[in-house]
């Protein structure tokens, strides 16, 4: 019994027929799934690549503050006191006008703005030492210096707070001479806290 061979016409039409139904159906759900997954990995990509973003914006915020409020003097006395324009200057908090209970960093332990009708935004009457930020907070955003009114353009989501204790014993002084100064920005999900610590190494210098 023989067997008969295919001819050379019906191998190439065999080799033209393409692809059926079922192997056209199975390679369109492949490509489907291998495109949706791209498409995941993609979202997941640009979504998340914004938290950096709103992260470093908080450290910078929280930053700009914190050297803000270092940037100040930190005296025995509030600049705008005579006491500390006094020749002598004066050599304690003691010597302050109504004694230390008045000075720039209260004896009495509530820190605070001397006098109390310092703000940050007024030019006339403006926070002058450190110890004046004490419990400054921004609730509803973040405001420059020149305006307590309107936050900063996309900072309106975000809120500050600043807290400043006595730490001179942490480093072997007098806890008056040292004063922590600890910054926290929140806002879009972020909690940035930073510390720094404002030394008095020129007790009656205002500039």
């Known amino acids: ?14 080799a033209q027929r393409g692809l059926s139904l079922i192997e056209l159906v199975i390679f369109i759900a492949v490509i ?45 006395c509030d600049p705008q006191d005579t006491a500390n324009n006094l020749s002598p200057p004066p050599a304690s908090t003691a010597a302050c006008t109504g004694g230390a209970i008045n000075s ?53 989501d975000y809120a500050a707070t600043v807290t400043i204790t006595r730490a001179g014993i942490v480093f072997g002084l007098a806890n008056d001479a040292v004063l922590r100064v600890d910054v926290r920005v929140t806002g879009r999900g972020e909690d940035i806290p930073l510390t720094g610590y404002r030394f008095r190494y020129a007790p009656n210098a205002t500039g």
């Open 32 to 76: 489907g799934i291998a495109i949706a997954g791209v498409l995941s990995v993609y979202g997941n990509t640009v979504r998340y690549s914004v938290d950096p973003m709103v992260r470093k914006q908080a450290v910078a915020i929280a930053e700009s503050l914190l050297t803000e409020v270092l940037a100040q003097p930190f005296t025995y």
């Open 1 to 14: 019994m023989s067997t008969r061979l295919p001819s050379a016409a019906q191998l190439r039409r065999r």
């Open 104 to 156: 720039e960093d209260n004896a009495g332990g509530v820190l605070g703005p001397r006098p109390a009708t310092e703000t940050r935004f007024l030019a006339t009457n403006p926070f002058d030492n450190v110890a004046d930020y004490a419990g400054y907070a921004m609730a509803a955003g973040i405001f420059s210096l020149d305006d307590g009114a309107t936050p900063i353009a996309g900072l309106g």
